[in-house]
């Protein structure tokens, strides 16, 4: 497996695999790789001949109050993960490399962006969508693999990729969680011991709020009130959204019915936000 660092290498290599006939596999991570991520790239393997994991913390979709520099880094773990996974090549630019002097083209969208996420993170989607717009145009895969915990970044990749015509099949992979039930995320690592204790009542209130949908309940802020009364219930937690949406235009609704995606996002102990959701499809 090979760790490159410039746009010419990998766009070499993967010319020469096409010209092969193979097919490309591609999972764009910001590295510190958990099991999540393996799971992403196992799945890109088994679907693909050949698969690059691209390793790049993108200053452009952190805001100036967020983590850039204290995210966790690790590249030898990293390389250590995607070689045991089947991975072929590993990109793994400096910021100069992907955003070079006078860079002032943007990708950016409306409507799905304009909730959950979007609200309290509001740069953020804009970088999200350059960067991953930019590695496509690096990388140019057959198939990407995103993980369904960051549920509104899936749906706002897809439409994307819909919307600007791409050749590309974007596939959404489930939700690891850790023993406990709490999602797998590099930002779990910042919680002290008793944070990371306090942390699972978000996946409890997650299970609890898909078992009332499932017993029945129609009414979506019973649901979400049961829910932010057991988050409330742990003392280092601060919630910063409880919804429930259309998972086709992130819009709230009142009335749980069709495709629909109940999401949280919970700052535990001042040290981590994390999030986590269900999606579900309700007659």
Request: include cysteine; charge should be negative.
């Amino acid at each position: 497996m090979r760790v490159v660092s410039t746009v010419n290498e990998v766009r070499n290599q993967v010319k020469a695999w096409k010209k092969e006939g193979l097919s490309i596999g591609f999972v764009p991570t910001m590295g510190y790789l958990h099991e999540g991520h393996a799971s992403l790239i196992k799945r890109s393997v088994s679907e693909n001949d050949k698969v690059v994991v691209s390793i790049f913390v993108n200053p452009m979709q952190f805001g100036p109050t967020e983590d850039l520099a204290s995210y966790p880094r690790d590249l030898e773990a990293d390389s250590k993960l995607c070689e045991e996974m089947g991975a072929e090549l590993i990109f793994h630019p400096e910021p100069e490399e992907m955003y070079d002097q006078g860079f002032c083209s943007f990708v950016d969208m409306n409507g799905l962006t304009n909730a959950l996420c979007g609200l309290s993170r509001p740069v953020h989607f804009r970088g999200v969508c350059t960067v991953v717009n930019k590695l496509f145009n690096i990388v140019t895969p057959d198939k990407a693999y995103f993980g369904e915990k960051d549920a509104q970044q899936l749906a706002v990749i897809k439409r994307m990729v819909k919307d600007l015509n791409m050749d590309i099949e974007i596939v959404g992979c489930p939700i690891i969680r850790e023993a406990d039930g709490l999602a797998k995320s590099s930002r779990n690592t910042y919680l002290s011991d008793e944070s990371r204790k306090q942390a699972v009542i978000l996946s409890k209130s997650i299970f609890m709020g898909k078992k009332m949908i499932e017993d029945g309940e129609r009414n979506a802020k019973k649901v979400i009130d049961a829910m932010k009364d057991m988050i409330n219930s742990a003392s280092l937690t601060k919630i910063d959204y409880v919804e429930i949406v259309d998972v086709n235009t992130m819009k709230s609704i009142d009335e749980i019915k069709g495709e629909i995606l109940c999401a949280i996002a919970v700052n535990v102990g001042g040290e981590a936000r994390l999030i986590d959701n269900f999606m579900m499809k309700v007659d």
